[in-house]
């Protein structure tokens, strides 16, 4: 396929449905509906995916967005979640490739995170990231972040690993992004300083 144009609008609650059919009936990477960061593993496998959707939905209506859609004409494409890293408090924890800094602790309403990323199957491979990682920059800068950090995959056990919904350093790397940390192989902590 072809790389579509993209128009990048923030997940409000008048996107909820836009973002439900793109997930679609599984709710996106085995029903995650893009909760992984936001609760602890046990909560979370507790779960059954139609309460990680609601959970999700009521974290959308809320606000402020969590993230960012892309869309192709009126149907949505893809999703980057990115906000600031209180708002995903798995991320921030002390046992991951994520752990915050001290010089940008998860507490600071200005140190933002791109923590994941979906497409839909039909535009997977086509290099989407790219532009959704220059629309989240613009994104944040908007929404007051000084500092923008990451943590992807350095490479992927195969193309299209569902473990790539973290993005991939070359990515990053090529959006301005420099390794700060590295607490696991292959996951280095990036950050773009806005």
Not at 30 to 46: D, N
Not at 50 to 64: Q, S, W, Y
Not at 114 to 143: E, Q, Y
Request: proline share 10%; net charge positive; glycine share 10%.
């Amino acid at each position: 396929m072809s790389r579509p144009a993209i128009r990048f609008a923030p997940l409000t609650p008048d996107r909820i449905a836009d973002f439900v059919r793109l997930f679609g009936p599984q709710g996106a990477c085995y029903g995650c509906w893009c909760t992984y960061f936001r609760l602890p593993p046990k909560s979370r496998e507790a779960m059954t995916a139609a309460e990680k959707r609601a959970l999700m939905e009521e974290r959308i209506r809320r606000g402020p967005p969590p993230g960012i859609l892309g869309f192709d004409g009126e149907s949505a494409i893809g999703w980057m979640q990115i906000g600031p890293r209180a708002d995903i408090p798995e991320w921030n924890n002390p046992r991951r490739a994520t752990t915050p800094l001290p010089d940008g602790p998860a507490g600071d309403p200005a140190v933002w995170a791109i923590s994941c990323f979906f497409f839909a199957r039909a535009v997977r491979g086509c290099g989407l990231s790219h532009d959704f990682v220059a629309a989240g920059i613009r994104f944040a800068r908007t929404g007051g972040a000084r500092l923008l950090e990451a943590s992807p995959m350095d490479r992927a056990k195969r193309p299209g690993s569902t473990g790539l919904h973290v993005g991939s350093t070359s990515v990053f790397r090529r959006a301005g992004f420099r390794e700060v940390a590295r607490a696991r192989p292959g996951r280095p902590l990036m950050r773009l300083v806005l």
